[in-house]
């Protein structure tokens, strides 16, 4: 969560085992931003989970005969990754850190 951004106050009503829990492992001056973290990760989800429900039946088996089985499948992936490790080559970009 950005820091920077402007801060609004919401009343909210959990329930008491919820806000328990909450109180004992959360130090009074983190719980904002506690919750504020859980709550933009479950935003994340649901917001993945509405796009995987919208993008569902967009891929048919018959538009893609060259995936029929699994070990096509894991030979498109490894092509894939490939050409990513050989575009990262071009640029000159190494898997070593330092």
């Known amino acids: 969560?950005?820091?920077k951004?402007?801060?609004?106050?919401?009343?909210?009503?959990l329930p008491e085992p919820l806000l328990n829990r909450l109180r004992e492992r959360v130090p009074p001056r983190r719980r904002?931003?506690?919750?504020?973290?859980?709550?933009?990760?479950k935003l994340a989800l649901e917001e993945q989970l509405a796009a995987i429900e919208e993008a569902a039946?967009?891929?048919?088996?018959?538009?893609?005969?060259?995936?029929?089985?699994?070990?096509e499948i894991d030979e498109w992936l490894s092509n894939l990754r490939r050409s990513w490790?050989?575009?990262?080559a071009e640029l000159g970009v190494t898997g070593e850190s330092g």
């Open 32 to 41: 904002s931003a506690f919750i504020a973290e859980a709550l933009e990760e």
């Open 57 to 71: 039946g967009c891929w048919g088996d018959e538009d893609h005969p060259e995936m029929g089985t699994d070990e």
């Open 1 to 3: 969560m950005a820091n």
């Open 85 to 88: 490790g050989d575009r990262l």
């Open 5 to 13: 951004t402007s801060m609004q106050k919401m009343t909210v009503t």
